[in-house]
């Protein structure tokens, strides 16, 4: 398919052209030449690209496809050039051909394939957004103050074109363990670093008691503790680092409640907007998906779909397991069959 070919052409572009979180502005140029050889009228919001289907119509609910074309740095393992776009064996490498390249052009076909339909049920959102992979302030979450309201949505992430109905929220806190300083050789009852060790053990064996039946339990990980200058001082503070994960059925706000009512450090949360996210098994979208063949999971990975407070579906072409790592690629038959899928379950629902 002609269609099918553009999108593995541009994914090329993409892959030569290094678009590092915040650095995206040459990408953004050739998804803009895309839409302009597509005769397709787009808007610009600093290195984000979106459009809407011809006939939009404000009384019909919006479809928002997403993903990124940000990547991140380049590892040390590489041997291959990350930004050579080399075809070999059917793979196509190159750093975010994976992640999540692939995704990207395969949603901007099916976007520019029902362009011009008319008489859809809904309307359609392309969004091809910046900053994904370091969660920055100029990415999806600061377009959709200014796009029209979404009533779901399908990101676009390697998930070998299964149905990821549910994401991990994630909640980062810093804690503060306090104590006395004072000398080592003397009697000190408030030590901060045992005192650390009390709210560390207390995480540690903490269960939340609802868990999910896709993402099961909320997980709690101390991944970082720092305290004391020299051998012969009690420092009279402790800092450690909660990497939390959490399911559907809490919001990252309610769980850094629970945290702090049961521990005895100053707790901070860096940020509360990474919330989970999850689409009902029955929402017609994922019914069509399972018609298709394809199967339901929940997601431990985080993506932009924390950004959304609609209900939201992860979908893509390739695997999320070869995200980051050194010479990154995609099937090239797994973009082709992404698209033809995309198509088929979009048949289904629009």
């Not at 610009?44 to 990547?71: E, M, Y």
């Not at 399972?290 to 939201?312: E, F, H, K, V, W």
Request: with cysteine; charged share 20%; aromatic share 8%.
């Amino acid at each position: 398919m002609e269609l099918q070919q553009k999108a593995i052409e541009l994914l090329k572009k993409l892959i030569v052209t290094p678009s590092f979180s915040g650095e995206e502005d040459e990408t953004a140029k050739h998804i803009c030449n895309w839409f302009d050889d597509h005769k397709i009228p787009f808007n610009r919001n600093d290195n984000n690209i979106w459009a809407t289907n011809k006939h939009f119509d404000k009384n019909k609910p919006t479809i928002l496809l997403n993903s990124h074309h940000d990547t991140v740095k380049p590892n040390s393992g590489y041997t291959n050039d990350p930004f050579e776009a080399k075809v070999e064996d059917g793979k196509l490498y190159g750093l975010g051909s994976n992640d999540a390249g692939g995704c990207l052009v395969s949603l901007i076909a099916l976007f520019t394939h029902f362009y011009a339909s008319e008489n859809l049920r809904y309307n359609l959102l392309m969004a091809a957004t910046a900053e994904e992979e370091s969660s920055g302030p100029n990415g999806l979450n600061s377009l959709l103050k200014i796009t029209p309201p979404i009533e779901f949505a399908v990101v676009g992430e390697p998930t070998q074109m299964n149905l990821a109905i549910a994401e991990k929220g994630l909640l980062v806190i810093d804690a503060y363990a306090p104590g006395v300083s004072g000398h080592a050789a003397h009697t000190n009852t408030d030590n901060a670093i045992y005192n650390a060790m009390d709210d560390i053990q207390w995480i540690r064996n903490y269960s939340f008691s609802t868990a999910s039946e896709v993402l099961g339990p909320v997980k709690m990980s101390v991944t970082q503790i720092n305290a004391g200058s020299q051998h012969n001082v009690v420092p009279a503070s402790c800092h450690f680092v909660i990497d939390v994960r959490v399911n559907e059925h809490y919001s990252n706000q309610e769980v850094f409640e629970i945290i702090n009512e049961h521990t005895k450090s100053e707790l901070k949360a860096r940020s509360f907007r990474l919330n989970s996210s999850s689409i009902p098994e029955n929402h017609p979208i994922v019914q069509a998906g399972i018609a298709l063949g394809r199967t339901t999971y929940g997601s431990p990975t985080l993506s932009d779909q924390a950004s959304l407070s609609c209900p939201s579906l992860k979908l893509g072409p390739g695997d999320s397991t070869r995200s980051h790592q050194a010479n990154e690629f995609i099937y090239l038959n797994e973009i082709e069959e992404g698209i033809d899928i995309y198509i088929k379950l979009f048949e289904t629902i629009l």
